[in-house]
């Protein structure tokens, strides 16, 4: 089993920033954020191997969140720069076991969940 604790949401005006915490225990090969808007399915935003490697991120976000990992922490985050309302959605960490890591944006990839992290930003 995997637990995953978050942190590190919460309200931002526009062009804002924000940084995401997850801790993860237990071996994981594919760590990821997701997001979830009310109303709206959840979407992938970053991916990476736990071991670091190739990134992939969603095209709405390319090139303002950056997924990183602190394997001595066990730790991964996902930095947000430049923020716009429409990044308003509740943020989720999840991990995966399997082998070989084909980290994929796609939730039902994710076998393991934290418990959800509020991220608001305001015009």
């Known amino acids: 089993q995997v637990q995953l604790v978050e942190s590190g949401g919460g309200s931002v005006q526009a062009g804002g920033s924000l940084r995401l915490s997850c801790v993860a225990s237990g071996y994981t090969s594919c760590i990821g954020w997701f997001r979830q808007a009310p109303g709206k399915e959840r979407e992938g935003v970053a991916t990476s191997p736990s071991g670091g490697g190739n990134t992939l991120y969603a095209d709405s976000v390319q090139g303002r969140f950056t997924i990183s990992l602190d394997n001595a922490k066990n730790t991964f985050y996902l930095q947000m720069d430049s923020l716009r309302p429409e990044d308003t959605a509740m943020y989720y960490c999840?991990?995966?076991?399997?082998?070989?890591?084909?980290?994929?944006?796609?939730?039902?990839?994710?076998?393991?969940w934290g418990q959800g992290t509020q991220v608001t930003v305001s015009s």
């Open positions: 999840a991990a995966a076991r399997n082998w070989p890591p084909v980290c994929v944006l796609a939730p039902a990839y994710y076998p393991y």
